[in-house]
């Protein structure tokens, strides 16, 4: 698993509207980090600490799930 790529990946979806993809890059990237897996950096151009991006990465994965349950706007 690349969590940096599926973060990626799940943003790129996200943007592009396509939510099968987007939900399904947050269910593999939730399952990754509820197993202790390593968060991806969730701002590339301003690291910071792993429990910062732990906690922003499962609530946009979290966020990104509801909202795939819904249309996008």
Excluded: I
């Excluded at 993809?21 to 301003?46: C, S, T």
């Amino acid at each position: 698993m690349d969590p940096q790529a599926t973060w990626q990946l799940l943003l790129d979806a996200y943007s592009d509207g396509n939510s099968h993809e987007a939900r399904e890059a947050a269910e593999n990237l939730l399952a990754w980090l509820e197993k202790r897996g390593f968060p991806p950096q969730v701002l590339p151009d301003r690291p910071m600490d792993e429990a910062w991006n732990r906690e922003l990465a499962h609530e946009v994965c979290q966020f990104v799930m509801r909202r795939c349950d819904s249309p996008f706007v």
